[in-house]
């Protein structure tokens, strides 16, 4: 992205290839160099180059170069990088988005100058992340300006190179409330900043910005609208980060005090030895319940871990099914090898299909029947209730954290979604019945699906009428009634990552990253991939090996995945392998 001037073009393109800030997407990072308290990270991958202007008698190529040079440097306004515009372009031009690309410079002639390549992704105005795979050909336009060549066609946003958009950006997740009650993480990208203040100021001003535009209906902010930083820039001193809030907090209620501290703290822990925040209101501590007495400093570990995006399980006991017999069995894990137990006796004569385990490892979700009833099952007692039936093709049931079941299964000819909801002063009662009229059912088939742990996002895989395999994201709109929409579709076809052809299973892996089974090519095995949620990043997880998998279980909290094999094998990654792990399996399940 990064070009350079003269006789330097050939070194300074390698230099600049490497750069480390590339266009800061609206997000202010300017602002006095603060005192960071404690051993400081250093920045690992900043290549300092300078950004310099046009200089007298460049031709048409150089300023082009200069102008991709100076777009990939953070600067206040980019008032360098406006320099090789002429002056009606750089009145007009805005550096809000970012684009990010792979391809080379053509002269095409002497007032044209081409870039010529493949479009990768973009950076939206709030910093989101969307994935392309398309051509890219923007002709520079340039016209003499008082004697000197200018872009008169500049393109819209920063123009990003791929290479160093994957070398110098890095993710964050913002933080916001999900049902009243859990944080959901909203990812963005930011430059690397060397300086913890400065992306610690970047991130609480994108924070007060409010959610992304996808998952704003599916979302809340404690944080009331039009706060804002009274001190432009975030202070962190001896671990401690300095948030000065404007007076619209002042008069909040202790518990959206806590929530509001809970958005803050999650989002300003991921920068580099934060260990604590203190909010300041008028230049006074603002006290939020938890705080520490003396000093009102939020620690890290003083918010509630209920807040947690992804849930607390009471452990992660594994539940299986046999492949031939009916029941449902415990397993356990020896010095020696796993094994499974008899489970609940009630339980014993159905044959199930496929089940799901609570958070809570209180209770199991059923489908039998050859996927004709959905059955909830308290293990205290391990009497089933009958939740649904007279239907057909019921996918793996999944409780949320708040309890729910939800399922999809064919009814009246067309696929439907329910959603379960327990009775909690009559456990013994099957619960509500709610069904979800959801637009990611249209024109599909799902094939598989998978709540978020936060509870708010739901990740399926979808056949179309077009016999293509889909992968993406839905958010849960939790209002005046649930709602499933927004599908969002991930590009996990492109062709500078693993093309995923086919799908059999996804899970989330954590708060904002897959795991799916996939076939790259026709005839290839099936083999684990992560796949980040707005699809930024796409890795084989392992080799594949002879698994001819059909199913995933999946601990987001350790991230501990099983595989599961069509003949009933099971094989279990230990971090840097998967390995046999246990057999006569027709499918496995960990709580949540």
């Given at each position: 992205?990064?070009?350079?001037?003269?006789?330097?073009?050939?070194?300074?393109?390698?230099?600049?290839?490497?750069?480390?800030?590339?266009?800061?997407?609206s997000?202010?990072?300017?602002?006095?160099?603060?005192?960071?308290?404690?051993?400081?990270?250093?920045?690992?991958?900043?290549?300092?180059?300078?950004?310099?202007?046009?200089?007298?008698?460049?031709?048409?190529?150089?300023?082009?170069e200069?102008?991709?040079?100076?777009?990939?440097?953070?600067?206040?306004?980019?008032?360098?990088?406006r320099?090789?515009?002429?002056?009606?372009?750089?009145?007009?031009?805005?550096p809000?988005?970012v684009?990010?690309?792979?391809?080379?410079?053509?002269?095409?002639?002497?007032?044209?100058?081409?870039?010529?390549?493949?479009?990768?992704?973009?950076?939206?105005?709030?910093?989101?992340?969307?994935?392309?795979?398309?051509?890219?050909?923007?002709?520079?336009?340039?016209?003499?300006?008082?004697?000197?060549?200018?872009?008169?066609?500049?393109?819209?946003?920063?123009m990003?190179?791929?290479?160093?958009?994957?070398?110098?950006?890095?993710?964050?997740?913002?933080?916001?409330?999900?049902?009243?009650?859990?944080?959901?993480?909203?990812?963005?990208?930011?430059?690397?900043?060397?300086?913890?203040a400065?992306?610690?100021?970047?991130?609480?001003?994108?924070?007060l910005?409010?959610?992304?535009?996808?998952?704003?209906?599916?979302?809340?902010?404690?944080?009331?609208?039009?706060?804002?930083?009274?001190?432009?820039?975030?202070?962190?001193?001896?671990?401690?980060?300095?948030?000065?809030?404007?007076?619209?907090?002042?008069?909040?209620?202790?518990?959206?005090?806590?929530?509001?501290?809970?958005?803050?703290?999650?989002?300003?822990?991921q920068?580099?030895?934060?260990?604590?925040?203190?909010?300041?209101?008028?230049?006074?501590?603002?006290?939020?319940?938890?705080?520490?007495?003396?000093?009102?400093a939020?620690?890290?570990?003083a918010?509630?871990?209920?807040?947690?995006?992804?849930?607390?399980?009471?452990?992660?006991?594994?539940?299986?099914?046999?492949?031939?017999?009916?029941?449902?069995?415990?397993?356990?894990?020896?010095?020696?090898?796993?094994?499974?137990?008899?489970?609940?006796?009630?339980?014993?004569?159905?044959?199930?299909?496929?089940?799901?385990?609570?958070?809570?490892?209180?209770?199991?979700?059923?489908?039998?029947?050859?996927?004709?009833?959905?059955?909830?099952?308290?293990?205290?007692?391990?009497?089933?209730?009958?939740?649904?039936?007279?239907?057909?093709?019921?996918?793996?049931?999944?409780?949320?954290?708040?309890?729910?079941?939800?399922?999809?299964?064919v009814?009246?000819?067309?696929?439907?979604?329910?959603?379960?909801?327990?009775?909690?002063?009559?456990?013994?009662?099957p619960?509500?019945?709610?069904?979800?009229?959801?637009?990611?059912?249209?024109?599909?088939?799902?094939?598989?699906?998978?709540?978020?742990?936060?509870?708010?996002?739901?990740?399926?895989?979808?056949?179309?009428?077009?016999?293509?395999?889909?992968?993406?994201?839905?958010?849960?709109?939790?209002?005046?009634?649930?709602?499933?929409?927004?599908?969002?579709?991930?590009?996990?076809?492109?062709?500078?990552?693993?093309r995923?052809?086919?799908?059999?299973?996804?899970?989330?892996?954590?708060?904002t990253?897959?795991?799916?089974?996939?076939?790259?090519?026709?005839?290839?095995?099936?083999?684990?991939?992560?796949?980040?949620?707005?699809?930024?990043?796409?890795?084989?997880?392992?080799?594949?090996?002879?698994?001819?998998?059909?199913?995933?279980?999946?601990?987001?909290?350790?991230?501990?995945?099983?595989?599961?094999?069509?003949?009933g094998?099971?094989?279990?990654?230990?971090?840097?392998?998967?390995?046999?792990?246990?057999?006569?399996?027709?499918?496995?399940?960990?709580?949540?």
């Open positions: 992205m990064t070009r350079a001037q003269r006789h330097l073009a050939g070194i300074l393109l390698v230099i600049a290839s490497l750069l480390a800030a590339a266009g800061c997407v997000v202010p990072v300017t602002g006095p160099i603060e005192k960071v308290g404690g051993s400081q990270p250093p920045c690992q991958n900043c290549v300092n180059v300078e950004v310099a202007p046009p200089a007298a008698g460049d031709g048409p190529r150089q300023i082009v200069g102008y991709l040079r100076a777009t990939s440097n953070y600067q206040p306004n980019y008032s360098v990088a320099q090789f515009l002429t002056r009606m372009a750089a009145e007009k031009w805005s809000e988005e684009s990010i690309y792979r391809g080379s410079l053509v002269a095409a002639a002497r007032t044209t100058v081409t870039l010529s390549g493949q479009l990768v992704g973009s950076l939206e105005k709030d910093r989101t992340y969307t994935a392309h795979d398309q051509p890219l050909e923007w002709n520079f336009e340039l016209l003499q300006e008082d004697g000197e060549w200018r872009i008169d066609k500049p393109p819209p946003g920063l990003v190179a791929e290479y160093s958009f994957k070398s110098f950006y890095q993710p964050y997740d913002l933080y916001f409330v999900g049902n009243g009650r859990s944080l959901v993480p909203d990812p963005i990208y930011l430059p690397a900043l060397s300086n913890p400065n992306v610690a100021s970047a991130l609480m001003k994108a924070l910005t409010g959610p992304s535009k996808w998952l704003r209906p599916a979302v809340s902010s404690a944080i009331p609208p039009n706060t804002s930083l009274s001190v432009d820039s975030v202070t962190i001193t001896n671990s401690i980060a300095e948030v000065q809030l404007s007076d619209s907090v002042a008069a909040l209620p202790d518990p959206q005090r806590s929530l509001l501290a809970a958005q803050i703290v999650y989002t300003l822990r920068v580099g030895g934060v260990k604590g925040v203190v909010i300041k209101v008028n230049q006074q501590p603002f006290r939020v319940p938890g705080s520490d007495p003396s000093t009102l939020i620690s890290v570990d918010i509630s871990r209920d807040m947690d995006p992804i849930p607390f399980v009471t452990g992660d006991q594994l539940y299986a099914v046999p492949r031939a017999g009916p029941g449902v069995k415990v397993v356990t894990t020896t010095a020696d090898s796993p094994a499974t137990n008899p489970g609940p006796e009630p339980l014993g004569k159905l044959t199930v299909d496929a089940l799901a385990v609570s958070t809570t490892g209180t209770d199991l979700a059923l489908t039998t029947d050859n996927q004709t009833t959905l059955r909830r099952a308290p293990l205290a007692s391990g009497q089933p209730l009958t939740l649904l039936n007279g239907v057909t093709e019921l996918l793996r049931p999944q409780f949320t954290r708040y309890g729910e079941i939800w399922d999809i299964g009814q009246g000819g067309r696929q439907r979604m329910w959603m379960f909801t327990a009775d909690k002063n009559r456990p013994e009662r619960g509500i019945k709610i069904e979800i009229n959801s637009p990611v059912l249209q024109d599909s088939k799902v094939a598989a699906f998978k709540i978020s742990p936060d509870g708010t996002r739901m990740a399926l895989v979808r056949n179309t009428t077009a016999g293509k395999h889909e992968l993406g994201i839905a958010r849960i709109v939790r209002s005046d009634r649930i709602m499933v929409d927004g599908w969002r579709p991930l590009n996990i076809t492109q062709n500078h990552m693993p995923i052809e086919s799908i059999r299973d996804v899970a989330w892996l954590d708060a990253e897959l795991m799916v089974l996939g076939i790259t090519d026709q005839g290839t095995a099936v083999a684990p991939f992560r796949v980040v949620e707005d699809a930024s990043r796409i890795t084989p997880e392992g080799e594949p090996e002879n698994w001819d998998a059909v199913g995933l279980a999946v601990l987001p909290r350790t991230q501990t995945a099983i595989i599961i094999g069509k003949r094998h099971t094989w279990k990654d230990n971090g840097s392998q998967w390995l046999h792990f246990l057999d006569n399996v027709r499918t496995i399940a960990y709580p949540g």
